[in-house]
């Protein structure tokens, strides 16, 4: 087969297409408010080897992961027609045990094999383990949730009854989950119909030819982009706060080196995995490295295997970037991963000054409340993330109280959050004054107040509360994060990840960090 | 009594209109924009025969108030330590890999957002009250900020508007117009209506100015303004309802569909309005489709609004080979100047170009004649393009249509098949300038067994405004769960919103006998945060799992359902204008309409076409494809086996040979 480039831009619209498909289907179905008002899920297609094919454009800390879920989930079953894996095991393709995901396979007539998988993944607001959230301050993944390794959740177009049943046992509000876990098979039922159509109407032979293609395409486009950088090693290190155990300024070291029209990224020079659950598996690094290597492309191509082919990861097992089990890594998704797009941005702004910002605020400010609602007597467990600012760049400003990088959360309603839980918001804000100076200033943060109105666990699991985001070319860094718990006229300032018991009344305050400023700022 | 449809648009103003002694006109003058009135004025005066008539109309006042951020000096009140909501928004951003992403900024600036102590719980309980003397104080910042207008949003005030009611009386010798956010959009989720309530105080001082100016013009004869959701309203409302007129054109264009199709027996049609630089499309099911869930610039905007989808693919959009091999056509279009490389300006291909390229475009009949189209000038630029994309310059012209299609298939798909939808059995109903070129080919893509061309596409959204009801829409988040309440129980929490919509409906004029409303339910599972619009009838329950199902591909039984808001649309029907019936044809044949005869490409292969002139033919009138039937402002292509039809009020339908 030749290729042809009006097929060429056909089938890029049409496997786009199929993967955004899916994620109305899973938005619109799924139960809790994370998966939904938030839209912390992503979709994907992939090919017979378990390659991405098409990623809809939904949550970049997915991007480099997803297609390690798919290559463990298809590596131990042979799926048939009907059957879909679930999995949530970071050592085994997951990320961390929040993320739960669902693969299944395309089949089409006559073929024993899948000829296409389809899979999504979305945050679960609560998977088990030592704290509501699921989102804990741990030191092994044993206290962070229900692990589950790939196994059948649907045969022969079946739910495995007994398996789900474990699962929700095993949940602090197995309703939402359920209601999640169907928003997910159906998402995947949507993505097979859809692969089907297209298969009978072009044939298997040339959606398999143009599914590869397109990696070629989008291989050719990064390999360009690449090598309009100039060459040469660049370095850049940066820190996480703390592990939330002992550790403090954790190190992650990068040297970059552009050679032709590929990169190396080689993280190995990185501290040593810790105690606490800051720690990030392989798939969370990969998955930084490619959003920050899309986001250089101009072009509107779409994320597959092709984009990571020029670009090599080498890491050291063991080490806080490419953990081990049992590490601890509920944080290491949403934290350290931000942290890897840090460290990655610094190395480039050597190569392509212009176009590279600031860094951000480097966080997600996770928080997790879980209790029993006094309204209702029923258990409740709220989670969300909180923007902060955006890093300024060689042109302008950065953008205030907004979701960076890694992450594209919406936030709850304040009308929705106090309909569903025991809260009352007393503050909604952006915490002016917090981006860094500059001739560019960057972004500021904000500030959310939630009072208790009963008593409940609080953990929060933060970062750049000690160490600042960095500003560049003379710009200064942002200032950094505060937790605040006010009981009564007491203020007390907590460290960047803890667990609180707190009563009614009390006030729990995020302060979130400001992003770098650029340029020396003008007298 | 005369009546008229007038629609501004980017660059023509249209006219329908009906004469006391029944018979129908067309008018188009060129658009005014840095005074709209002037075309509207001046075309009525065109129009007009006798002293009395009716206006009705689909302004962009409002619209471009907002994209050229041109509105009033708008201050925002609400909660004290909420006054940032409407700049943090949802904290997400809308591109993914733009690592300068900025948001649009919010209409009111910081120094013009203030809050004051007050605070409502989630049960709608007076937590804290209003402070007399910070009230006082705000007054005085007003107007030293000499804001124009006023936008005030509580959090909870749809629970109890009691603090939003306060302040507007303390305001009222300000003189200054105030948007309440519980009486613009009575919905839980304060960002967007907050969002809501801002944009209409944003736009309401300079609707008002340009309603006024038109009434003045037209001596007290009666003026309504089309809104958003489908529905016409009198000047006095929009002015201070002026969030209700946004996107007015387009709705007009949908009613005018609904309206024409029903007349002709189509009651189910996928609309397909392709223009210059961009193609809407909407699908109506036996209803008028409304969405809640719009945006301006970036801006949520709740009203309701009819449901339209809209992609950057045009008749001038350019077609370019990508870095990475790829044929790509839009979303950057040539606009009106350059244009495409045929209207002798522009050095880029466009999808008119290709349609020219392959003889779909009759040059001698573009708009009648009186445009020159340079098909000379084409040559160069595709040989240059298909060299370097390795294809025939046949197959590149062939193929920039391909993925024109292919782009607006999708849009088709997601207003279809995402929600559920099956496309085979609606009609294609095809107007725009462009859409007549391209109709057939998709509706073969979407397996579309029916194309409907109506009669004058090129200025539905005028004949839309002619033909839209007067409607109202009244909301309230109730948040109530299903098996908590009942039938009965929430029938009476309907009464206010019936009360409003019957008030209302009768100062628009329309009797009490005459007003029909519409009763629906947001309803959702409990845990969910999207809700389904499900008609409000004693099986409410049962319908919203049937409608899950169908929307989702799954219902739950077992699961407890909510029901977050309640809605009232009021319809008055005013007496609508019948069309025309046009002559019988004596035969079927059409030679007598067959104006011409040429080479055109279809499926690489050269096809001897007919050209036919839509003007010369009659109820019954058959046209066989291959064929191009061109009239003023439109030319449509029917490819070979499609077989076309003229009705009764002159419309073309044509059948589209589906595999």
């Not at chain 1, 042809?4 to 899916?22: G, Q, T, Y």
């Not at chain 1, 177009?157 to 359920?178: A, F, M, Q, S």
């Not at chain 1, 699991?461 to 003379?474: C, N, V």
């Not at chain 2, 046209?623 to 009020?649: H, M, N, Q």
């Amino acid at each position: 087969m030749k290729v042809n480039p009006i097929l060429l831009e056909v089938f890029k619209n049409k496997f786009s297409s199929v993967s955004e498909e899916m994620g109305v289907s899973l938005n619109r179905t799924a139960f809790s408010p994370n998966i939904k008002e938030r839209r912390d899920f992503s979709c994907a297609i992939f090919d017979e080897n378990g390659d991405i094919v098409a990623q809809a454009a939904h949550i970049p800390v997915h991007l480099g992961s997803m297609p390690m879920s798919v290559k463990e989930a298809i590596r131990g079953f042979k799926l048939k027609e009907g059957d879909m894996v679930i999995l949530n095991d970071p050592f085994k393709g997951g990320t961390h045990l929040p993320d739960i995901t669902i693969v299944a396979g395309v089949f089409v007539e006559g073929s024993e094999k899948p000829v296409f998988y389809v899979a999504n993944r979305a945050h679960h607001a609560d998977v088990g383990g030592m704290s509501s959230g699921s989102m804990p301050l741990s030191n092994s993944i044993f206290q962070e949730g229900i692990i589950i390794p790939p196994l059948k959740l649907v045969e022969g177009g079946k739910i495995n009854e007994p398996l789900l049943k474990l699962l929700l046992n095993n949940v602090r509000t197995p309703y939402e989950r359920e209601g999640d876990f169907k928003a997910q098979i159906m998402a995947n039922i949507t993505g097979i119909k859809r692969m089907k159509e297209i298969i009978e109407k072009y044939s298997l032979d040339t959606v398999r030819f143009y599914a590869k293609e397109l990696m070629n395409y989008s291989e050719r486009i990064m390999r360009k982009t690449i090598g309009d950088i100039e060459d040469g090693v660049y370095t850049f290190e940066d820190y996480l706060d703390d592990d939330g155990v002992s550790r403090q300024n954790i190190k992650i070291h990068l040297d970059l080196t552009i050679k032709g029209n590929e990169a190396v990224l080689d993280f190995s020079k990185s501290d040593d995995q810790v105690d606490g659950s800051v720690n990030a598996v392989y798939a969370i690094t990969l998955s930084a490295v490619l959003y920050v290597f899309r986001s250089l492309v101009g072009e509107d191509i779409p994320t597959n295997m092709g984009c990571l082919r020029p670009i090599k990861v080498k890491t050291r097992k063991g080490s806080i970037v490419d953990a081990k089990f049992p590490a601890a890594v509920a944080g290491g998704n949403v934290e350290t991963s931000q942290r890897v797009v840090d460290v990655i941005l610094g190395a480039l702004s050597f190569a392509v000054p212009e176009r590279i910002p600031a860094a951000s605020q480097g966080t997600m400010n996770n928080v997790a409340i879980g209790g029993i609602d006094p309204r209702s007597g029923e258990p409740f467990a709220y989670y969300e993330t909180l923007g902060g600012g955006m890093g300024a760049n060689p042109y302008g400003h950065g953008e205030s109280a907004i979701h960076s990088h890694m992450t594209n959360t919406l936030n709850t309603p304040i009308e929705a959050l106090e309909y569903s839980y025991p809260f009352m918001v007393r503050g909604y804000s952006i915490r002016y004054g917090s981006g860094g100076i500059g001739k560019f200033c960057g972004g500021d943060g904000l500030i959310r107040e939630i009072e208790l109105l009963g008593d409940a666990e609080v953990t929060v699991l933060s970062e750049r509360r000690r160490l600042s985001p960095y500003g560049l070319k003379g710009g200064e860094n942002g200032r950094q994060g505060r937790n605040v718990i006010i009981s009564g006229s007491d203020e007390k300032f907590m460290p960047s990840k803890f667990t609180a018991r707190l009563k009614r009344g009390d006030i729990l305050r995020i302060e979130t960090p400001g992003g770098g400023g650029y340029f020396k700022p003008k007298n | 009594m005369e009546i008229i449809g007038v629609d501004t648009g980017g660059t023509f103003t249209d006219f329908i209109y009906k004469t006391v002694d029944g018979k129908w006109g067309v008018y188009k003058t060129l658009s005014t924009p840095h005074n709209p009135a002037e075309a509207v004025l001046k075309g009525i005066k065109h129009v007009v025969k006798g002293k009395e008539f009716r206006v009705i109309h689909g302004s962009t006042v409002a619209t471009n108030a907002i994209l050229e951020r041109k509105g009033a000096y708008t201050a925002f009140i609400t909660n004290k330590g909420f006054e940032d909501i409407i700049e943090i928004g949802r904290q997400n951003r809308s591109e993914l890999y733009n690592l300068f992403y900025r948001r649009n900024k919010p209409l009111v600036p910081k120094e013009l957002r203030f809050g004051l102590t007050c605070r409502v719980d989630s049960k709608g309980n007076v937590l804290v009250d209003l402070d007399e003397d910070e009230i006082e104080e705000l007054v005085k910042k007003l107007e030293e900020a000499e804001a124009e207008s006023i936008a005030v949003c509580f959090i909870f005030s749809y629970l109890n508007p009691e603090h939003e009611l306060k302040v507007e009386g303390s305001f009222k010798r300000l003189g200054l117009p105030v948007s309440l956010s519980h009486r613009i959009l009575s919905e839980f989720r304060e960002y967007e209506r907050a969002s809501t309530t801002i944009i209409n105080a944003y736009v309401a001082p300079k609707m008002k100015r340009y309603i006024n100016n038109l009434i003045e013009g037209i001596g007290g004869n009666e003026l309504r303004i089309m809104q958003s959701n489908g529905g016409s309203i009198s000047a006095e409302v929009a002015m201070n309802e002026s969030v209700r007129t946004i996107l007015s054109g387009p709705a007009g264009g949908a009613v005018g569909a609904f309206e024409i199709g029903k007349m002709a027996g189509f009651n189910r049609l996928i609309t397909f309005d392709m223009g210059g630089t961009s193609t809407d499309v909407s699908l109506i099911d036996n209803k008028l489709p409304l969405t809640f869930e719009s945006q301006i610039a970036g801006f949520p905007v709740k009203v309701p609004m009819i449901d339209i989808h809209t992609v950057g693919a045009g008749g001038g959009s350019i077609a370019y080979l990508d870095a990475g091999g790829s044929l790509k056509v839009g979303p950057e279009s040539a606009g009106a100047d350059p244009g495409p490389i045929c209207y002798g300006k522009g050095e880029k291909i466009t999808v008119t170009d290709a349609n020219l390229f392959l003889g779909r475009l009759v040059p001698e009949f573009f708009l009648g004649g009186n445009m020159k189209l340079a098909r000379d000038r084409l040559d160069r630029y595709f040989k240059e393009m298909a060299k370097e994309a390795k294809l025939s310059e046949l197959e590149l012209a062939e193929g920039i249509l391909t993925v024109a299609n292919a782009n607006m298939e999708r849009a088709i798909r997601v207003i279809s098949v995402d929600r559920g939808y099956d496309p085979r059995e609606f009609a294609l109903f095809s107007f725009g300038g462009a859409g007549g070129m391209h109709a057939a080919f998709l509706a073969r893509l979407l397996k579309i067994p029916k194309v409907f061309v109506p009669k004058n596409p090129g200025i539905l959204s005028a004949i839309g405004m002619l033909l839209a009801d007067i409607v109202k829409d009244y909301s309230l988040t109730v948040m109530l769960k299903a098996d908590e309440t009942n039938y009965d129980e929430i029938k009476v929490l309907f009464e206010p919103l019936d009360e409003s919509g019957i008030k209302d409906l009768m100062a628009e004029g329309i009797e009490r006998d005459k007003i029909v409303l519409e009763r629906y339910l947001d309803m959702r599972y409990v845990g969910q945060s999207y809700e389904i619009v499900v008609p409000f009838k004693e099986n409410y329950i049962e319908q919203f799992h049937k409608l899950h199902e169908r929307n989702y591909g799954y219902a739950d039984e077992s699961k407890r359902v909510e029901i977050v808001n309640i809605r009232v649309r009021a319809i008055g029907s005013p007496e609508k204008p019948v069309f025309e019936k046009i002559p019988n044809a004596k035969s079927s044949s059409i030679e007598d309409a067959i104006i011409g005869e040429k080479q055109v490409i279809f499926d690489s292969v050269e096809k001897k076409t007919k050209i036919v002139d839509r003007d010369r033919l009659l109820f019954g009138s058959v046209v066989e494809g291959p064929a191009i039937v061109v009239e003023y402002s439109s030319t449509i292509v029917l490819p070979p086996k499609c077989v076309g039809r003229i009705d009764e009020f002159g419309n073309l339908i044509i059948d589209v040979e589906v595999d």
